[in-house]
């Protein structure tokens, strides 16, 4: 169905935006210079993975960035966040998760889906500090853990 990979350039993640016609991509993206900032300047703390087809490896379809909650130092059991992914597949997350050394929370989404019907629900107080700007504000809410 789908195939995902770690991004390593930031003409990558412009690619990506600019297929799933996001607000960072660089023609006009709304986002764009607060995103290259963070990727830039916390790159330990924010990741990008592109989505393609499997059917045609080629095809670039979307793409998911994360946000990384605890310390670069802990570098086994990380806890990331899900602050954006396209498509909106379950599947798709499953597969980042697979790929990271740690958890993965995403904000409740698709419940009645098969996929993310058994995946845990709790309630937490998530933010990421060093980023321009903030993924969640300092109150508590739900969040679901991807299961692998």
Same mark, same amino acid.
Request: charged residues 15%.
């Given at each position: 169905m789908f195939k995902v990979e770690?991004?390593?350039? @930031?003409a990558q993640v412009e690619e990506a935006a600019t297929v799933a016609k996001r607000c960072?991509?660089?023609?006009g993206g709304?986002? @764009?210079?607060?995103?290259?900032?963070s990727w830039e300047e916390n790159n330990d703390f924010v990741a990008y993975y592109t989505v393609r087809d499997n059917a045609w490896p080629?095809? !670039?379809?979307?793409y998911v960035r994360l946000h990384r909650v605890t310390p670069p130092a802990r570098v086994n059991n990380a806890t990331w966040v899900v602050d954006y992914f396209w498509p909106i597949v379950p599947e798709v997350l499953v597969l980042v998760a697979d790929?990271?050394?740690?958890? !993965?929370?995403?904000k409740p989404c698709l419940t009645g889906h098969p996929?993310?019907?058994? @995946?845990?629900?709790?309630? /937490?107080?998530?933010?990421?500090?060093? /980023?321009p700007y903030?993924?969640?504000?300092?109150? @508590?809410?739900?969040w679901q853990l991807v299961m692998k």
């Open positions: 770690a991004v390593t350039t @930031w960072i991509q660089p023609e709304s986002n @764009w210079a607060r995103a290259k900032q080629s095809v !670039l379809v979307g790929l990271i050394n740690g958890h !993965l929370f995403v996929t993310t019907r058994h @995946w845990p629900k709790v309630t /937490l107080s998530l933010q990421v500090p060093t /980023l903030q993924i969640q504000r300092e109150h @508590w809410s739900d």
